[in-house]
């Protein structure tokens, strides 16, 4: 089972301090070669595919194209994968445009619309926040007919409902919209933040999806395939020579990959004896994964 992320741009109209990519105005985008060739390769058994960036919204024909080819190859190609944008919402601003934009992506073939601006990093370039809000429980009640003071996205999302004839909630058509609640992942330009605002207990990512018998991948603006969304690994292989399935197959084979989805970065620095067993443990308790990650594999380009 698959869930792929295709970060479609690089650009985006925010520079936070909270971004995992360094991105910001001025990013490159995907061609429309590389859109196609991504859709091609998804495997059959991709479960979802999510358009991202950067802000996909500042690339809107790219957005149209990408969406658009995946609806069309989607029932042949990978047809149990529902299709999801990720955006930071910059652009919701009034409830008629909003709709408008959510109808547009509903008939392109949009399942899932999720809104990732709903926080304080955001907050701070701007993003206004209260218009992003989107409380399930008051949408449910709204549809019920009782009175509730909504939100620009929940005013939107509620005349989708009405338009479409959709009376049950939640829907085939359904939005989220959040942001950073639990720490940020301490990598890019994330990991300047201060040490608090950091989450610095999660699991490697690889380790998880092989216990769970799933991939969660990353297809770069130049079609290069990341096992690991935050791309701290190397890429595995690009669409352009070959299907995302046998990338994986082939990257498992590897002794890098294996052994991350066995133990995480801890596992790589001590069978590549990269640092004494003492300086493991202590990066270990002290840091992410993803933190000591990003350093094990600074010190494995070092090497080679
Ligand atoms: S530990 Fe490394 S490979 Fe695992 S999720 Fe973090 S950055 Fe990705």
Redesign the pocket.
Known sequence: MHEVWFQATENCNLKCGHCAYNFGPGGETASEDTVEAVVEALPKDTFSFSLTGGEIFTRKQILVHALAYAAVMREERFPNAKLALQTNGYWVDNPEETFERMRTLFELGLDFLCFSGNDKYHEEHDIDTSKLRFDPKIIADSVRNSSNSTSILETAYLKMLATYGIDSFPSSFYVLSSGIDKGVYP?GRAKHLPSEELNMHSV???TRNQTNGRSELLVDVRGDVHM?I?K??PPIGSVHDAPIDVLVEDAMKKPIYSI?ALG??EMLAKVFGLYEQSDIQDMFYRFS??YM?EQVFAKLAEKS
Do not use: T, Y
Request: hydrophobic share 35%.
């Open positions: 990598v490697c990512d690889i690991c935050w701290i690994p991350l995480g970065p994964p993803c990650c």
